[in-house]
């Protein structure tokens, strides 16, 4: 059996082959509250975005009654998200900073609740405030910022005894690179836009192949 490496998540709209193909093989689905799509209540493992950066490439204003109807209706689920992403405002710096720390308080409490990192936000705005009411970090914000900062926030994350995600991984270049900076998770849409879901199963072959060679060499 493949041991945990990272968890790797999907869109949760698609194809029914391609959502089964991501439930039978053990790749989570991530649902967002600007679409109409919904976990299935025999979905064990899923996330839940906000939006935010759909709206960011709008250039639009998060519509935040649509992520709160959602979690209303999930309460209802026997199976619960692995997290739900408190809403934030993309490369909003301190703006997005207060704006979810406004809003982790108005999720229901049996959601587990990581908190959004954006551009110009650094780890001591979190220290005191923030960290003893999340349950880890997402690293959001613009690709270079994010691919620039995020070691530090998965670092800090684990120092602080939290997980931490990272937004928007979608080749085998990056899947690579976060999980070699130490990513509990990640999500993506190339696999499952280009039909290509298998090169998932490969590339956890792959990485496992190289974990048992490096533990036998210890031997």
């Given at each position: 059996m493949?041991d945990k490496?990272?968890d790797i998540y ?12 991501c439930?039978d093989?053990?790749?989570g689905?991530l649902?967002?509250s600007h679409?109409?799509e919904m976990?299935?209540?025999?979905d064990r493992?899923?996330i839940?975005?906000?939006g ?5 490439l709008?250039?639009?204003v998060l519509?935040v ?5 959602m979690l209303s209706k999930?309460r209802?689920y ?5 997290f739900v992403c408190?809403?934030?405002?993309v490369?909003?710096g301190?703006?997005s ?6 809003h982790?308080?108005k999720?229901?409490?049996?959601f ?9 936000q650094?780890?001591?705005?979190l220290e005191e405030t923030v960290?003893p009411l999340i349950?880890?970090?997402f690293?959001?914000g613009?690709t ?5 900062s995020a070691h530090n ?9 939290i997980?931490?995600h ?6 085998w ?7 070699n900076l ?9 696999p ?10 490969t590339w ?6 190289v974990?048992q ?6 031997v």
């Amino acid at each position: 059996m493949l041991d945990k490496i990272m968890d790797i998540y999907m869109p949760g709209h698609g194809s029914v082959q391609r959502l089964d193909f991501c439930r039978d093989y053990n790749i989570g689905l991530l649902y967002s509250s600007h679409r109409c799509e919904m976990p299935k209540p025999y979905d064990r493992k899923y996330i839940i975005d906000n939006g935010a950066y759909s709206a960011y490439l709008k250039n639009k204003v998060l519509d935040v009654t649509l992520f709160y109807a959602m979690l209303s209706k999930l309460r209802n689920y026997t199976y619960k998200p692995t997290f739900v992403c408190i809403p934030d405002i993309v490369a909003g710096g301190v703006k997005s900073f207060k704006f979810s720390l406004d809003h982790i308080g108005k999720i229901p409490k049996e959601f587990r609740k990581y908190f959004v990192v954006q551009d110009g936000q650094y780890d001591y705005l979190l220290e005191e405030t923030v960290l003893p009411l999340i349950d880890g970090i997402f690293v959001g914000g613009t690709t270079k910022w994010k691919w620039r900062s995020a070691h530090n926030w998965i670092d800090w994350a684990h120092e602080n005894n939290i997980k931490c995600h990272i937004g928007r991984v979608g080749t085998w270049k990056n899947f690579l690179k976060a999980y070699n900076l130490g990513a509990d998770s990640i999500d993506g849409s190339t696999p499952m836009r280009h039909d290509k879901l298998g090169e998932i199963l490969t590339w956890r072959q792959e990485i496992q192949s190289v974990k048992q060679i490096s533990e036998d060499e210890l031997v």
